[in-house]
């Protein structure tokens, strides 16, 4: 692990010296891209920098004992060595973590789609319900949340919507909130008190940049038509609307959340750019999902993976086998639980993958 640790000291040196090159600063790509490289390395350096320090130390205060005769001086010293080795424990401990290379996506913004699946009126209901716990979410974490599109359902909530959520590791941690989360739970279009299963599909993708998919506009048909609020009202009478059609791929994306369709443009053409980049992602979520059950629900949209049960008041992640009773808080937004339980199942199944 040493060897490690000091390799990636010496490219961060070498990283940390081409960032004030003036060739890189020239290139904004080459330049965003070390900086990138940059961030991304500083935990690690600044781990190593103190497990160095203490690996020192332990050797030094090892010398003491080995030299001192005074026998009060050398229980100090054996105190401080405990102290020091216990140190060195929990340092490789971390590192060891840190080395496991990260999803290359982690960093990036998201676009959430929420979508009502079997059950009907209670889907759209329980869409709506999801899409106000990521949004509390959101506020907790400090995240922008921004409207892209949607289609209400009947009897309240969404037949589907999709947002733009941008801040700091967004996708990192939203990856894991894909696939089919279920509902049981008393309708309120059941007159007879009986509980039903009602289903809604989540997915998250990473916002692709423009470094990521070279996007042509004359590839890209558009139309416009006027914007529809809640409940079929007319927003406007102009044609601020807009649709994207991608030619080459059939890729349709339409965003009606603003009253000026360049606004609605440019948030479609980030939908639009992350849709396309998705096609080449999913052979890598494919991938992962065949080693690792915590993101089986990225691999295999299908998969179901949350079950929010109301009369039990009980939420279980089925990837982990993990239960919760505190449905009304997680429906409040308190879902970073879950999300940390699944980052460490992970991280374990990843750092299993690196012994093997």
């Not at 496991?100 to 998201?110: C, E, L, M, R, S």
């Not at 599909?201 to 998919?213: G, K, N, Q, R």
Request: glycine residues 6%.
């Amino acid at each position: 692990m040493l060897k490690k640790l000091e390799a990636i000291y010496t490219r961060w040196e070498d990283i940390s010296k081409q960032v004030n090159d003036p060739e890189a600063m020239a290139d904004m790509k080459k330049y965003i891209k070390l900086s990138k490289d940059l961030k991304e390395l500083q935990p690690v350096v600044d781990a190593y920098k103190i497990y160095d320090s203490v690996l020192k130390n332990i050797i030094s205060t090892k010398e003491i004992l080995s030299k001192e005769k005074d026998e009060e001086f050398r229980e100090l010293a054996k105190v401080e060595l405990d102290e020091l080795i216990t140190k060195r424990d929990e340092l490789e401990e971390e590192i060891r973590l840190m080395l496991i290379p990260a999803d290359p996506q982690d960093g990036k913004n998201a676009v959430l789609e929420i979508r009502a699946g079997t059950g009907g009126d209670e889907a759209s209901i329980f869409a709506g319900d999801l899409l106000r716990m990521y949004t509390k979410f959101c506020e907790k974490k400090k995240w922008k949340m921004e409207l892209v599109d949607f289609t209400d359902g009947t009897a309240g909530g969404y037949k589907e919507i999709i947002v733009n959520i941008s801040g700091d590791n967004v996708y990192g941690q939203m990856k894991y909130e894909s696939g089919v989360h279920r509902v049981q739970r008393v309708p309120q279009t059941e007159t007879q008190g009986r509980v039903h299963t009602s289903a809604a599909s989540v997915v998250v993708l990473p916002e692709a940049d423009e470094f990521d998919v070279d996007l042509k506009v004359s590839d890209i048909r558009k139309d416009t038509y006027c914007a529809s609020g809640p409940g079929g009202q007319s927003v406007n009478t102009t044609y601020s609307a807009v649709r994207l059609t991608h030619v080459p791929t059939g890729i349709v994306v339409t965003c009606q959340d603003q009253k000026s369709q360049l606004k609605n443009y440019d948030k479609a053409l980030v939908v639009l750019r992350t849709r396309i980049f998705e096609v080449e992602y999913k052979k890598y979520l494919d991938e992962m999902s065949t080693k690792r059950k915590t993101m089986v629900s990225t691999g295999d949209r299908s998969a179901k993976v949350r079950t929010y049960n109301y009369p039990q008041s009980r939420v279980t992640d089925h990837r982990i086998g993990l239960t919760l009773y505190n449905l009304p808080v997680t429906m409040d937004g308190e879902v970073q639980e879950l999300i940390d339980a699944l980052q460490l199942a992970e991280n374990a199944e990843r750092l299993k993958e690196g012994v093997e």
